[in-house]
């Protein structure tokens, strides 16, 4: 691009950066959840390394790519402060490579054991710092979601669902990954259903307390062993859902469009 084009296209995703940011604070402060602060994933999966630098340059370091390659380019490309966050399909195979990239900070769709275990194994041996795994919880059930099964108060035997025992697993073989929390995507139409209680957001809050009573039970409330002093964090809430999400007690909201404007694949 044009260095002029290139000014007014930061000029316009900064003033949308800026409008998100403080959509976020507002929502957060009239969220009925415990914390009072949220993290703003900025997604920038189809989009230039120049759109990241003009976010960056104003402070914003979380970045979320949903694809292995992209990612690895992009962070070559842009400083190693970012924080990438992992959003995209996770195939076993592709483990490796994205464990290299050293500024890796969290997969937020992880959904098997297989992949946590490649995960561990293949974190660069200077690599000092844990890698966030966030499970991918599918709390519509549509068949175009991945994620596991997500849990519930009834639910009989909590120990023997599979998102528990992959829970298990990264806490106990793992050393590398911390477990941090879940993630959902969601129903379309639960998100334009604006005003009422998106059931999502409201089933992933439910698996993660489920969830929590359980790890509590077999490993205990330690800082190191799992969460974040026995807490589990929600990734929940895009561009058209985020404020209902954080409303909803969401941790970690992403938002690409509303950011970058609409994406064209490549
Ligand atoms: C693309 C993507 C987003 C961002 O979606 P927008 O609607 O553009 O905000 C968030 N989460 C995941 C998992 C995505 O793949």
């Given at each position: ?21 403080s ?107 844990p ?11 549509e ?46 139409e ?65 938002v ?11």
């Amino acid at each position: 691009m044009a260095t002029q084009d290139l000014a007014t296209r930061s000029a316009e995703i900064l003033e949308n950066l800026t409008e998100i940011r403080s959509r976020v604070q507002q929502a957060v402060s009239s969220s009925s959840g415990s914390s009072k602060s949220a993290t703003l994933v900025a997604v920038s999966k189809y989009k230039p390394a120049s759109d990241i630098q003009a976010c960056f340059t104003d402070g914003q370091i979380d970045f979320g790519e949903n694809y292995v390659q992209e990612l690895e380019d992009k962070a070559k490309a842009l400083p190693t402060e970012i924080r990438w966050h992992f959003i995209g399909t996770l195939q076993s195979n592709k483990a490796k490579v994205l464990a290299a990239i050293p500024n890796l900070y969290s997969v937020q769709t992880l959904t098997s054991i297989k992949a946590a275990t490649g995960l561990n194994k293949s974190l660069p041996p200077e690599r000092t710092a844990p890698l966030n795994i966030l499970i991918q919880v599918n709390t519509s059930g549509e068949d175009s979601k991945s994620g596991l099964g997500p849990l519930r108060a009834d639910t009989k035997d909590v120990a023997a669902a599979e998102l528990t025992q992959l829970a298990r697993h990264i806490i106990k073989e793992c050393p590398r990954l911390r477990l941090q929390g879940l993630m959902t995507i969601g129903a379309l139409e639960q998100s334009l259903n604006a005003g009422n209680e998106n059931a999502d957001f409201e089933r992933l809050k439910e698996t993660r307390d489920v969830l929590i009573k359980a790890l509590a039970e077999e490993f205990g409330v330690g800082v190191d062993k799992w969460g974040e002093h026995g807490r589990l964090l929600l990734s929940m809430g895009m561009s058209s859902d985020f404020e209902a999400a954080l409303t909803a007690g969401s941790d970690i909201v992403r938002v690409g469009t509303g950011i970058f404007g609409t994406r064209h694949k490549k």
